[in-house]
C-alpha cells in the first residue's frame, strides 16, 4: 500500500468512525426520549426541582419570629430595653406573662419560639452600678430560630450597655465625645461577605443546584443501563449491534449525548435559577462555562461506570437516595472541610460533586476565577481522565461477557437444531 492510498484508507476509516459514533450518539438520543422515566428525571426533575427549592427558601431570613417576655421589673429601663427588641426585624414580642411557667407553656404549645426574662431587681442593680442580668430561652428545634433571638436581645442589650456606661460617665463629669470614646474605645463596624444578607438560601441553594445536576445526571443514566438490562434476552448493556465499531466509540457516543442534554439544562439551572430567585451570581459566565466542562465529564464517565454494574432500573434510584445527603455533607458546605476527618475527606475525592459544588461557590458566590479555583478544576479533569478509562474498561468487560453469552446460546441453539 502507497502512501496516498495509506492515507486515502486512514480517511474513509475516520469517516466510518465518526459515522458509528453519530448513530451510537442517535441511539442514546432516542432511548433518552423513548423511557418516560428518564424524560421524567432528565428534563421535568431538572427543570421543576431548582425551582421549587428556591421558591421554599425564597424570604432567605426570619422575621418577626414570635417571643413572649416576662418582666419582673416592670419599670423604665426594662420597657425600654423590651421596645428595642421588638423593634428588630428579627423578633415581635406577642405576648407578656407574670411567671416562667405560664410562659413555659406556651413554649410547649409552640405559640412562642422564645422567651425573655428580667428579674425584679434589673432596675435596681442598674441604678446602684451593679451588673444586672437577663435570661434568655430559645427554641432549638431550628437554628434559625436561635439565631434570630440571640441577634435580636444581644445588639439591644449591647446598645443599652453602652446607653448606660455614657450616663455613668457623664455622671463622673466626662461628657460628650469624650464619654462616648470611653464607652467604645474600638469601635467596630461588621461586614458580611458573600452573603450580605445572611440569607438561608443564599448559602445553601448555590451547593442544591450542582447536586441536582449530578445526582439526576447520575440516576437517568443508570436508569438507561437498567432498562437496557432488562429489555433483552442476554440482559446485556450495549446490544452486539450497537457495539461493532469498538468500546471507545459507544462510550463518546453515549457520554456526548448526556452532556449535549446537560450543558443545555445547565444554563438554566446555573444561569436563570440565580439570577430569578436573586441567589448569589457575581461570578464570570465564560469561568463558569469553563468549570462546568469537566464537571459533567466526571459526573456523565462516573455515572456511566456505576452504571455497567445495576441490574435493573430500581437499584439506581436506591443509590440516588442514599448519597444524596451524603454527598450534600461531603461537599464542605454545610460542615468544614477543615473539620471532617481525613478518610472521609478523602472518599469525597471519589465523587465530582464535591469539587463542582466547591468551584461553582467560589466563582458564583465569592466572585473567583477560574485561576484561583485550580485545585477544584484540575481535579475534575483528573476525575475526568480517570473514569473515562473506567467507563470503557467497564463497557468492554460487560460486551465480552455478553458476547461470550450470545455465543454459548448460539451453539446450543445450533446443537438442538442439527439433533
Known sequence: MNH?????????????????????????????????????????????????????????????????????????????????????RDV??????????????????????????????????????????????????????????MMATNYSILDMGKQIQVERLNAQGFTGESATVISNPIPYEAVILYNEGAGFASFLMPAILIL??????????????????????????????????????????????????????????????????NLPHIGNPVDLMILMVPFLLATIFFSMTVSVFLPNRETGLIIFMFFSLILLFLSGISWPRSNISGFWQAFSWIFPSTHGIQGYVKINTMGANIHTISLEYLSLW????????????????????????????????????TK
Open 4 to 88: 496516498s492510498q495509506y492515507k486515502l484508507f486512514s480517511f474513509h476509516q475516520l469517516i466510518l468512525n465518526i459515522k458509528d459514533t453519530l448513530i451510537i450518539f442517535a441511539k442514546e438520543f432516542g432511548s433518552v426520549f423513548n423511557d418516560r422515566g428518564v424524560v421524567i428525571l432528565f428534563f421535568v426533575a431538572s427543570i421543576l426541582y431548582p425551582a421549587l427549592y428556591c421558591s421554599l427558601y425564597r424570604n432567605e431570613t426570619l422575621v418577626d419570629v414570635p417571643i413572649a417576655v416576662v418582666d419582673g421589673s416592670r419599670s423604665l429601663r426594662s420597657t425600654e430595653l423590651l421596645r428595642h427588641v421588638d423593634a428588630t
Open 212 to 277: 441536582i445536576i449530578h445526582q439526576t445526571l447520575f440516576f437517568g443514566i443508570g436508569m438507561i443501563a437498567g432498562t437496557s438490562r432488562e429489555e433483552n434476552r442476554f440482559h446485556e448493556l450495549v446490544s452486539s449491534k450497537v457495539h461493532r465499531g469498538g468500546t471507545f466509540k459507544v462510550v463518546i457516543g453515549k457520554s456526548a449525548c448526556y452532556f449535549l442534554i446537560y450543558g443545555l439544562l445547565s444554563v438554566y439551572i446555573l444561569g436563570f435559577i440565580p439570577h430569578a430567585f
Open 92 to 149: 415581635k414580642i406577642v405576648s407578656t406573662y407574670a411567671t416562667i411557667d405560664e410562659a413555659k407553656k406556651a413554649f410547649d404549645n409552640r405559640e412562642v419560639h422564645g422567651l425573655i426574662y428580667i428579674p425584679a431587681d434589673f432596675n435596681k442593680k442598674l441604678s446602684n452600678g451593679e451588673q444586672a442580668t437577663i435570661s434568655t430561652y430559645s427554641d432549638m428545634s431550628s437554628f434559625m430560630y436561635y439565631r434570630a433571638m
Open 382 to 417: 483528573g476525575q475526568t481522565a480517570v473514569y473515562f478509562l473506567t467507563a470503557t474498561w467497564a463497557y468492554r468487560w460487560q460486551i465480552k461477557k455478553s458476547s461470550k453469552k450470545y455465543q454459548k446460546e448460539s451453539k446450543e441453539e445450533t446443537e438442538l437444531i
